[in-house]
């Protein structure tokens, strides 16, 4: 027994239930693990070539290559993107989060390997010859591939691998930002869109353990360098409000003109290498002329921050990174949108703050300041993640003081985005756009939060179509729940109370009794994994028009059973 209580068939069946918390707990960790690794390994494979090919030894320094490495570097990117996709079928070239969230909503968090292999080797591409995009997004698909495989590959219930894919989102942002707390937030308001402590718990621990890992292969020193800022009067709030309201059109125009991109590239007659070559192109052309838009730009952050950007050079930025990013994305560049939000909320807060101390004679708050309202502003208002950009605007300064101006701007930018113009965050109008939804109802979340195995029935007796009466009898004699008819391989259920009733009325023992015809309340099944989640079965039972199921386990013998009327107990007590 003891053996049996650390065996792995232990650990999948306790996992099987939604209150299994030590067991996720020890997942988490590893899930952290193992995104802390695959992530340092993606972050190596960026910061290595650039630091010493590019001028400075400075990852990021773009800028400083002359015009004709602004054009050709995105184009050359391009081409190598369409020579990796066109190696693999169109549903492996799926990437993003999008992507996470249509295998969440759709296939049971099951997250294809081969895709976050694609998407390591595009968004490494895309990056490394300046694309106009972030690595925030391929960090959070490619985190929760790690805990959506780390649970395939234990052969783990299906309700198991939405919490992991959630673990692995939470690390891939703790990872990439070295904010773990934002990471767990994010994780919760994007992806997970609920709070729970079987599910906080687990994701809190990988996101941790995945920032720990790369402390341990980089050090702790933050992405960004925040001078310490606060705000000057309370008399700036009703700016602060401004810059909010600002910042929230800025995100709506991001959205609506990603939006169109996607919708002009879908319908359009080009294929996607033709807009991948398009994507290069522009992004060349645009480099050109303003080549702060290449890459990531936490460099140019970095100097928004601490005021070193003059209004001209801030005004030029903003409308281009403004036009190109959405562009880009909406052509089909697989690399996040994340880092390019953070990057547009600064230069736009950054310069309010410029013209907001021009405006009045009094002292204001240093320009980098609204720079920091405008990064969680934009971000917050983007993602649907009001709260995840308050965190991480908080963990990235380590100041206190920016809470307070923070919520009012970010509150105002998603309330302009939201409420205003009805927009939702970019990853669900992508979903729209491809005719899918993201929505999980009170329902579906309490089922999906348990598999089959945590509630199906194991009292039960088999029985053939054609049975005696002192087979009846002594297949009652085990007092079970329900008698299983088996007929040339389907399954009938048979009330217990009901064979009774008919033993009864019978004198000799040795008379046949057909299961199928004495009277009683029989039931009509089918089969389901016991991988399958609660929510996955009262699908089936649906669809099939159903009220039972079998329980097979992977040597297809049925181990359990499990009705709709359990399911709707289960459901009132949660």
Known sequence: MFRNAFSMEHFRHRLAHSEALPQMVVLGIICGLLCGVVLGSFRLLLEVPLAHLLPGGESENFEELSGWYHFFLPVIGSLIIIAILSRVTPLTRKVGVTHLLERMAYHQSNLPLKNAIVQFLTASTALLFGHSVGKEGPAIHLGATCGSQLGQKLNLPNNTLRILAGCGTAAGIAATFNTPLAGVVFAMEVVLLEYTVIGFMPVMVAAATGALVMQFMFGQELVLTVPAMQIESLSEIPYVAFLGGMIGLLAVAFISLMR?????????????????????????????????????????????????????????????????????????????????????????????????????????????????????????????????????????????????????????????????????????????????????????????????????STSFVKCDPIISCAGAKSALDTEPSWIVINNKGRYTLLSPGDLHSTTRDIASDTSDIDMLNIPGLRLDTGFIDTKATLQQALDKMTADGMDALCIRDNNEQVIGLLTRDQIEEFYRKS
Not at 410 to 429: D, E, G
């Open 260 to 456: 169109e991109t996607m919708r002009w590239s879908d319908h359009s007659v080009l294929t996607y290498k033709t807009k991948l070559i398009i994507a290069g192109l522009f992004t060349g052309s645009v480099a050109v002329f303003v080549p702060q838009v290449m890459g990531v730009g936490y460099d140019t952050v970095t100097s928004v921050l601490n005021g070193e950007l003059g209004l001209g050079i801030l005004i030029a930025i903003l409308i281009a990174k403004c036009l190109l990013t959405p562009v880009v994305l909406g052509l089909g560049i697989p690399a996040g949108l994340i880092g390019p939000t953070f990057f547009i909320g600064a230069i736009a807060g950054g310069l309010l703050g410029i013209l907001g101390a021009g405006a009045v004679n009094e002292q204001v708050a240093n320009p980098g300041f609204y720079a920091l309202l405008g990064m969680g502003s934009m971000m917050g208002a983007v993602a649907n993640a009001p709260m995840a950009a308050l965190v991480a605007i908080l963990e990235l300064t380590g100041n206190p003081n920016i809470i307070f101006p923070a919520m009012i701007s970010i509150v105002v930018s998603n309330l302009i985005a939201r409420y205003v113009f009805n927009m939702p965050s970019i990853f669900v109008t992508s979903m729209n756009l491809q005719g899918m939804d993201y929505r999980y109802q009170p329902l579906t979340r309490v089922l999906s939060s348990a598999a089959v195995q945590s509630l199906m």
